[in-house]
Each structure stands twice: as C-alpha cells, then as structure tokens.
C-alpha cells in the first residue's frame, strides 16, 4: 500500500464545533485530494492541491476549508460541523503520468459523525 | 465540469456469469477513465483504467471499453466469483484542473 496516512480515523463531535482532518503522505506525490463517500453519492471531491500552497475547490467544497504548507500534508478543516457532514472521508494522492492523471491511492477513511 | 452518470447502482448475478457496469461522462476533453474496486469497509482500489487513445482493455477477467464519440465507457467482468462481490466505481479524469470525478457506485453481488 502506498505510504498514505488519515488521523483521525474515527471522530465524533458535535455540531458547530470545529474539525481538522489530517492526510499525511509519504511517497512525494505532488496532487492531494479530499472526497467524501456517502451512500447514494460514490465519491464526491471537496478539495484537492496540485501542489504546496496550491489548492482548488471540488464539487462539494461548501462548509470546508484546506491548507497545504508541506508536500507531505493536506489538512481537510470543517470550521463548524454540521450533521450533513456526517460521512467518511477519503484522502487520495496522484503522480501525474503526463497524458493524465494517473492511479489514485486512497487512504483508510476518516469517518466523522456530528451528532 | 465534468459529470458522470453510473448504472446500475445494484447489480446481481450469479457466479460464473457476466456483469457489466456502464457509465457516461459529459467533458470531451477528459482523457482518462479508471475504475475502482471497494469492499466492505476498504479503500478503493484501482482495478483497470483506460485512456482515451484505447478503445478497449483487458486484464484476465475484467475488460474496459470506451466509446468517445458517444462519450461513455463500461467495465465488463467475466466468470464472476464471490470474491468479485463489492462496489466499483467508473471515474474520468477533468482535464479542466488536475480532478478525477466519480460515478456513483455500482454495488455487484455475486450469488454463489
């Protein structure tokens, strides 16, 4: 497995409170992703960076915040939970193989709950 | 950007027989589609992809076809086995910023 780390791995909290969600990497890839996976949805892009300091809204970025400030780090923050983002959150990384993007590896999942 | 519908969402066959996941997407410009595999309580996993200059791909069991003019791709698995049981999910690649897109999932029971 790629070296791709998410903390926590469970979290439950509560509404209005703020969340980090932390993916860490070891293999240097340049892109990072954060997706959401809920049944019904597949999964769904909230952030991604293309590279440190680089970072782009997804399709789902409402209610989230990101920051990149190494290459091994993307940090995925909820400023103030709400229960429709009770979900489990997939942190993914990429290497560019020139014609396109190429394999995504995914990490564990962080499932969250806002009660 | 790009959209990409998924069918069907339930799917069950017996083993031994075939299934076929079928999705399409809406960008023209995307290049990329690859398919990903999750079992229960994994991660995705990618199982086979297809770049937009191929038509089609095998590998074993499993093959992808594209079809770019209509814009939509499928994934085919032969002799299905009970270990081929979990969601798979069809994706492309926005080639508009660096972002893959999901289909919804493809739940896939094979009854033994």
């Known amino acids: 497995d790629a070296g791709i780390t998410q903390s926590p791995r469970h979290k439950v909290t509560e509404t209005g409170t703020p ?5 860490h990497q070891t293999e240097n890839h340049r892109y990072m992703y954060w997706y959401r996976q809920d049944p019904g949805h597949g999964l769904r892009l909230i952030h991604y960076s293309y590279g440190v300091k680089d970072t782009d809204k997804g399709e789902v970025s409402d209610g989230y915040s990101v920051s990149r400030s190494k290459t091994e780090d993307f940090l995925l923050t909820l400023e103030s939970a709400t229960s429709s983002q009770t979900s489990v959150y997939f942190c993914a990384i990429s290497e560019s193989l020139g014609q396109g993007q190429g394999e995504l590896f995914f990490g564990e999942g962080s499932r969250l709950t806002v009660l | 950007g790009e959209n990409v519908e998924q069918h069907p969402s339930t799917l069950s066959v017996q083993e031994g027989d075939s299934a076929v996941i079928k999705c399409t ?7 990329y589609f690859p398919w990903y595999k999750q079992e229960l309580g994994k991660r995705p996993q990618l199982i086979i992809d297809i ?8 590998d074993q069991r499993i093959a992808v076809t594209l079809n770019k003019t209509a814009k939509h791709f499928s994934l085919h698995i032969t002799e299905t086995q009970p270990e081929d049981s979990a969601v798979y999910f069809c994706a492309a690649y926005d080639t508009g910023g660096f972002k893959t897109i999901f289909g919804a999932g493809t739940r896939l029971f094979v009854k033994a």
């Open chain 2, 51 to 58: 770049r937009s200059n191929v038509g089609e791909k095998k």
């Open chain 1, 19 to 23: 969340v980090t969600l932390r993916c």
């Open chain 2, 25 to 31: 997407y809406s960008d023209s410009a995307s290049n």
